[in-house]
């Protein structure tokens, strides 16, 4: 939950972004009473990025050395927040003014860095800019209750909710897009799912690269001990000629250890409506009478203002 006149600080650490796609953002934030600012570089361009390395740095550093509480918003994803991670002194950052992050896609690199060092409670796989023209859409006004309440709940219909008719599990979440879940392996901030639901989606991968992804995740035990595997929106998959042989569900089920439920169908990732999803909290995800719930039990802290 986040008190009126938050400072968020709107930045773009990856793909460059369009000034109407930042206004969309602008104008939800400050909807809320929140205080947008829109970093230096956000609407930057070098080749596909939003500026350079040093100058997308550069904005992700200045937020995060602000004090006092805040929201870092990322405007879009693509491919560039994993460049900077290693560059930021990250859990000091935090320990000295947390921020909340929001995004999704390949800011799934960050949420999962913010959970590696200690501050899963400020991390939230979020929709992002392009999904705030219209406040009333459903993932934007979830977004904006989170935001200001601290309460979150919705609901989906999938096969899934017929075969594991009656199943609770309550934990924290974690995850995000797979090809990111993939890439943390080996790194200072890999995904660690022991104890939580893990959360996959994808868009525009080929079958049999959705499978490698999960084997890689498998063979390096990210998947071991996880409570729930919740799969998002999977966008756009392609597959070889010939087949590849399986469908999503198949392929998840070869990799995900047979004691860990898989959860289909949920309304998040690359297509609409895309839920947030606060990370460091317990979710209750339940199935009963073939739909599929997730509510958020308790709220989000707000950041203290650090003493001097």
Not at 13 to 33: D, K, M, T
Not at 150 to 161: E, R, T
């Amino acid at each position: 939950m986040m008190a009126p006149g938050t400072p968020v600080y709107l930045l773009a650490p990856a793909f460059a972004a369009s000034a109407e796609v930042a206004g969309y953002a602008v104008a939800f934030w400050q909807s809320l009473g929140m205080h947008p600012r829109l970093m230096p570089h956000a609407l930057g361009q070098h080749h596909a990025f939003a500026g350079t390395d040093e100058e997308r740095l550069a904005d992700l550093r200045h937020a995060l050395e602000a004090p006092g509480p805040g929201i870092v918003h990322a405007l879009r994803g693509g491919y560039g927040l994993s460049r900077l991670l290693d560059a930021l002194p990250l859990a000091e950052l935090l320990a000295a003014a947390p921020k909340h992050l929001l995004g999704f896609s390949d800011i799934t690199a960050g949420l999962l860095a913010w959970e590696a060092v200690g501050q899963a409670a400020y991390a939230c796989h979020a929709p992002m800019a392009s999904h705030l023209a219209d406040h009333a859409a459903p993932d934007a006004a979830a977004l904006a209750r989170l935001a200001t309440t601290g309460q979150l709940s919705f609901g989906w219909d999938d096969p899934s909710a017929q075969l594991l008719d009656g199943l609770a599990v309550v934990g924290p979440a974690t995850g995000g897009n797979l090809t990111l879940l993939a890439h943390t392996i080996g790194s200072a901030y890999p995904v660690q799912a022991a104890g939580k639901i893990l959360l996959i989606e994808e868009v525009g991968e080929q079958r049999y690269h959705l499978d490698r992804m999960l084997l890689q995740l498998r063979r390096a035990g990210a998947l071991d001990g996880a409570l729930a595997v919740l799969l998002g929106h999977f966008t756009d998959i392609r597959d070889t000629t010939p087949a590849f042989g399986q469908h999503l569900y198949e392929i998840v089920r070869t990799h995900v250890p047979a004691e860990i439920p898989v959860v289909a169908g949920a309304p998040i990732g690359h297509a609409r409506p895309n839920y947030p999803i606060p990370y460091g909290r317990p979710l209750r995800l339940e199935a009963r009478h073939g739909q599929w719930t997730l509510e958020a039990l308790e709220p989000n802290p707000v950041p203290a203002v650090p003493t001097a």
